[in-house]
């Protein structure tokens, strides 16, 4: 490991791996996995994701304006299709390291909340990781899981992957 190792670089990383594990979950799963719940009136899979989407972004628009995208008009309901819900999670994924990463270079808390900017990246990656469950939970009850072969790839191997040196 390289001592001149930027410890913010680092942090950015592990938000875009959180991100690329959920869109890997996104994309291994059936297209039909989208209407999954995990018990009757619980949301269904396309809703937690429009959800977490949601919330990337209206806490953008509260902590840190001048990154905010368009926040989506409904929270826990918008497109349904995959690669839709790809394209807003990889946007709003961009936008909170763009705004996190500004914020810590220019020595600024978010507007709001939390004692550093980091720690907003930590609370999306904690709540993002509560919905990551109930997806997979949803998806076995609906009789659609991930398989094992699919999921270790596209989760645990991108945590534990190493860069080139």
């Given at each position: 490991?390289?001592?001149?190792?930027?410890?913010?670089?680092?942090?950015?990383?592990?938000?875009?791996?959180?991100?690329?594990?959920?869109?890997?979950?996104?994309r291994a799963m059936e297209e039909s996995g989208l209407a999954a719940r995990a018990t009757d009136g619980s949301p269904t899979v396309a809703a937690m994701l429009h959800h977490m989407h949601h919330e990337r972004m209206i806490s953008l628009a509260e902590e840190a304006p001048e990154f905010a995208g368009a926040v989506p008009p409904r929270e826990w309901e918008g497109e349904d299709s995959v690669e839709a819900i790809v394209a807003k999670l990889d946007e709003s994924?961009?936008?909170?390291?763009?705004?996190?990463?500004?914020r810590v270079e220019a020595d600024r808390p978010l507007d709001r909340s939390y004692d550093h900017p980091i720690l907003f990246l930590q609370l999306l990656a904690f709540h993002e990781a509560y919905h990551h469950g109930q997806i997979k939970l949803a998806l076995k009850a609906h009789g659609c899981p991930v398989p094992d072969e699919a999921a270790g790839p596209g989760t645990w191997d991108v945590w534990r992957r190493r860069k080139p040196a």
């Open positions: 490991m390289k001592s001149s190792a930027n410890l913010l670089d680092v942090v950015i990383e592990a938000w875009e791996r959180s991100n690329r594990i959920l869109v890997n979950l996104l994924a961009v936008l909170v390291a763009r705004a996190v990463r500004a």
